[in-house]
């Protein structure tokens, strides 16, 4: 699976952003999905996933109310909907999947197998 992560750029704190992930060839059903992200001089950490199947989401805490994780099946593309920005979320974010997934290490890198490039996210104050 390759994935394709885009969307990213330059937006003023407060501002809003929508990230998408493709993969090239097939759907993503039956697959978990997440983004991670990770800033200059910082581990990557996990932002949000989202189970194809069921709808089911997950995010870090420190994201909820402002990003929203979402699937569309006719597109076949995950996206990250981003809003009321902070500088703290400068990262660059990366797209990942993984077959089945369980419940319990959706929010370690580990617990994926495909990854995407990643795309830049800037936010100034």
């Known amino acids: 699976v390759q994935l394709q992560a885009f969307g990213g750029g330059l937006v003023q704190a407060g501002g809003s952003l929508r990230l998408s992930c493709a993969a090239s060839?097939?759907?993503?059903?039956?697959?978990?999905m997440g983004w991670f992200r990770q800033a200059p001089g910082k581990e990557r950490e996990f932002v949000a996933a989202?189970?194809?199947?069921?709808?089911?989401?997950y995010y870090k805490n420190s994201v909820k109310g402002r990003f929203t994780i979402s699937r569309d099946n006719a597109k076949s593309t995950v996206s990250l909907q981003m809003n009321s920005l902070k500088s703290e979320d400068t990262a660059l974010y990366y797209c990942?999947?993984?077959?089945?997934?369980?419940?319990?290490?959706?929010?370690?890198?580990?617990?994926?197998?495909?990854w995407g490039q990643g795309t830049q996210v800037t936010v100034s104050s």
């Open positions: 989202i189970w194809w199947s069921s709808g089911i989401t």
């Open positions: 060839g097939r759907t993503f059903s039956g697959y978990r």
């Open positions: 990942a999947a993984d077959l089945g997934g369980s419940y319990c290490d959706y929010d370690e890198g580990t617990g994926y197998g495909y």
